[in-house]
Nanobody, 119 residues
Framework: QVQLVESGGGLVQPGGSLRLSCAAYGFTFSGYAMSWHRQAPGKERELVATISSTGYSTNYADSVKGRFTISRDNAKNTVYLQRNSLNPDDTAVYYC????????????WGQGTQVTVSS
């Protein structure tokens, strides 16, 4: 059964740091590009960061460049999002996504983890 399980969310003060994890089950993790997305209350879901299947290539939304770092450990079937210098605008539900484009496109989503940045 395909599953993506996010963890590491919670309440953090402005300026703080938090690392999110997303563990993958039921598919060949190393064959998929991974990404993190977030959705704030009343807003559309937005792409935050992506990482290639090998981990050699990463991309970030302008709003998080220099503050967030995406990484992956293919031996552990896990992707991470290290977030520093958090501010209230980073408050959202964070989702991880696995995507593979072949003849068909395969895309899996996690259930999301809530992150609240507040003093």
């Amino acid at each position: 059964q395909v599953q993506l399980v996010e963890s590491g969310g919670g309440l953090v003060q402005p300026g703080g740091s938090l690392r999110l994890s997303c563990a993958a089950y039921g598919f060949t993790f190393s064959g998929y590009a991974m990404s993190w997305h977030r959705q704030a209350p009343g807003k559309e879901r937005e792409l935050v960061a992506t990482i290639s299947s090998t981990g050699y290539s990463t991309n970030y939304a302008d709003s998080v460049k220099g503050r967030f770092t995406i990484s992956r450990d293919n031996a552990k079937n896990t992707v991470y999002l290290q977030r520093n210098s958090l501010n209230p605008d980073d408050t959202a539900v964070y989702y991880c996504n696995a995507r593979r484009v072949a003849i068909l496109t395969y895309s899996y989503w996690g259930q999301g983890t809530q992150v609240t940045v507040s003093s």
